[in-house]
T-cell receptor, first 111, second 114 residues
Framework: SQQGEEDPQALSIQEGENATMNCSYKTSINNLQWYRQNSGRGLVHLILIRSNEREKHSGRLRVTLDTSKKSSSLLITASRAADTASYFCAPGAGGGNKLTFGTGTQLKVEL | ETGVTQSPTHLIKTRGQQVTLRCSSQSGHNTVSWYQQALGQGPQFIFQYYREEENGRGNFPPRFSGLQFPNYSSELNVNALELDDSALYLC?????????????FGEGSRLTVL
């Protein structure tokens, strides 16, 4: 399974602002997932987008996928302090759930 | 709450010792994956078990070994501990071993090697 690379490494915004983070990968995928990790805790699945989808929404989350550019973006709208966490993308290319993760984007939402 | 539980939550060992970490998967899940996450890094895939057999391994030496039991719970064993083994060890369960789907993570076991 291949690793996604998240960008930026760190992002600091004010509460109420939108946060956008990006993910790039190298080879063809079946789907791409985004996970959130609060400090020192387990990862929590946020959303999965399939390779034949271009955009997907879940609450305040919007994910896009551009397979021609091998990239994805995660937008969190109207951010809250509770959104402070690390965010990881995980490209999936079959072969089971042997997902690999990059170093993530550390999002800090300040009051 | 993912239904995946890990124990112990924290432990301290000294270099050269051995450690066993445990994971109970979510009900109905037959696949367990283990990850190592060093401070400031992303989780690194150690190995995966599907129906009691190893189903893939990352770039970790043989002193990292595992087991999966008939009830699909799992253990991660690390022998001859090194200082660099200090990390958060995460277990994740899922259903099946086909196309990648959602992983359900536990809260992890924090290992400190002195």
């Amino acid at each position: 399974s291949q690793q996604g690379e998240e960008d930026p490494q760190a992002l600091s915004i004010q509460e109420g602002e939108n946060a956008t983070m990006n993910c790039s990968y190298k080879t063809s995928i079946n789907n791409l997932q985004w996970y959130r990790q609060n400090s020192g805790r387990g990862l929590v699945h946020l959303i999965l987008i399939r390779s034949n989808e271009r955009e997907k929404h879940s609450g305040r989350l919007r994910v896009t996928l551009d397979t021609s550019k091998k990239s994805s973006s995660l937008l969190i709208t109207a951010s809250r302090a509770a959104d402070t966490a690390s965010y990881f993308c995980a490209p999936g290319a079959g072969g089971g759930n042997k997902l690999t993760f990059g170093t993530g984007t550390q999002l800090k939402v300040e009051l | 709450e993912t239904g995946v539980t890990q124990s112990p939550t924290h432990l301290i060992k000294t270099r050269g010792q051995q450690v066993t970490l445990r994971c109970s998967s979510q009900s109905g899940h037959n696949t367990v994956s283990w990850y190592q996450q060093a401070l400031g890094q992303g989780p690194q895939f150690i190995f995966q078990y599907y129906r009691e057999e190893e189903n893939g391994r990352g770039n970790f030496p043989p002193r990292f070994s595992g087991l999966q039991f008939p009830n699909y719970s799992s253990e991660l064993n690390v022998n001859a501990l090194e200082l660099d083994d200090s990390a958060l060890y995460l277990c994740a369960s899922s259903l099946g071993r086909g196309v990648s789907g959602e992983l359900f993570f536990g809260e992890g076991s924090r290992l400190t090697v002195l």
